[in-house]
């Protein structure tokens, strides 16, 4: 086995184990959001702009992009994960990751409550600040995010920095607003929208969609829990076999692959020939032809070929599900096969949707 099989292996185990910019903008005069204030930001007094952030990923199992904090500007590279609500970043030396050292910031101000946020990768501990953040060429003041100076989490083998929740407040630690809802005031329109990429560098853009990146109809489905990313999922099917119907999923950007209950990631594995490994994640031959898992969603067909749901190492395969004892999570390798809007609309009826890439 090559090194890249070992490599590939840690991060399935990771996965499975804890499991639990090239649109630059530089005028950003119009988006001062002073005060931290939340009848500030209403959907009506738009100032029209958008923003973009170049996404990066590591074959395909971490996907992440450039933000800064602090005046002058620290870069950071976060993971964007609609699956949680906080802002964090590391605020001392960790491994060769960068950290937030707000000594070095004018526009930092204290704040110090403690902070202890659960995510995929495990929990983080720190406390509350604030700051300027600029994330796709929008600025925002006195965003309030945490500096994390305990990472419980397999944090080694991440090659981002930070994360940068796009969860709604209800589900944000710390009761804080979340820069994207922060951000609503002065967005065309209230959506963020991902072009994950894959073998190109993908894109996430706050305020527009990108017409590069998509064609054919958009196809929406209002969101299932009024706190969550969470979709009604008509069913799952390998082939023609039934795996599940009538469920939900949560779609999760920060989730690489895609989690689903025990019984039926078995009956899924079973059916498209996957093999289950002992720290908990699947192998599957690599030649075989391996059924279309299809995803009926909102009316529509979705569906993933045996190449979207592998990942390749030399003579070794993964197969790219997780069991779980929760509900299903649509990861990135179904967020990476369609370009995929989060809307949280004006009228109160956030949705998904979903259109071919381009
Ligand atoms: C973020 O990641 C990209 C791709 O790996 C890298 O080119 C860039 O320098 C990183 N940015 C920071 C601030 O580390
Ligand atoms: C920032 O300054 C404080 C107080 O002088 C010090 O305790 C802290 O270690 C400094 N932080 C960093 C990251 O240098």
Known sequence: MKPFVFVLAAIVAVEALTFRMKMQKNDNSNH?????????????????????????????????????????????????????????????????????????????????EEIEIRGNGGIVYGFLSQDTLSVGGISIHDQVFAE????????????????????????????????????????DKPIFSFYLGNKYTGELTFGILDPKHYKGAINYVDVSSPSQWQIPLDFVKAGDNVIASKTKAIVDTGMAFIVGPKEDVKKLADSVGAKPIYFGGYTID????????????????????????????????????????????????????YYT??????????????????
């Open 32 to 112: 001062r959001v002073n005060v931290w204030n939340p009848s500030m930001v209403s959907l009506t007094n738009s100032v029209h702009d958008s923003g973009g952030v170049v996404i990066h990923n590591i074959r395909r199992t971490q996907y992440f992009g450039e933000i800064a904090l602090g005046t002058p500007e620290q870069k950071f590279n976060v993971s964007f994960e609609t699956g949680t609500s906080n802002l964090w970043i590391p605020n001392r030396k960790f491994e060769n990751h960068n950290f937030y050292n707000h000594n070095k910031s004018s526009s930092y101000m204290a704040n110090g």
């Open 148 to 187: 994390i100076n305990h990472i419980g989490m397999p944090y080694k083998v991440k090659s981002y920095d930070g994360v940068f929740g796009l969860g709604f407040d209800a589900n944000a630690v710390g009761h804080v607003e979340t820069p994207f809802h922060r951000m609503l005031a002065s967005l």
């Open 286 to 337: 690599c030649n075989s032809p391996g059924p279309d898992i299809t995803w009926g969603i909102g009316g529509k067909t979705f569906i993933l070929q045996k190449e979207d749901y592998t990942l390749q190492g030399t003579n070794l395969c993964f197969f790219t599900f997780i069991d779980s004892d929760g509900p299903w999570i649509l990861g990135d390798t179904f967020i990476s096969k």
């Open 341 to 358: 809007i989060f809307d949280v609309s004006s009228n109160n009826k956030p949705r998904i949707g979903f259109a071919q890439l381009a």
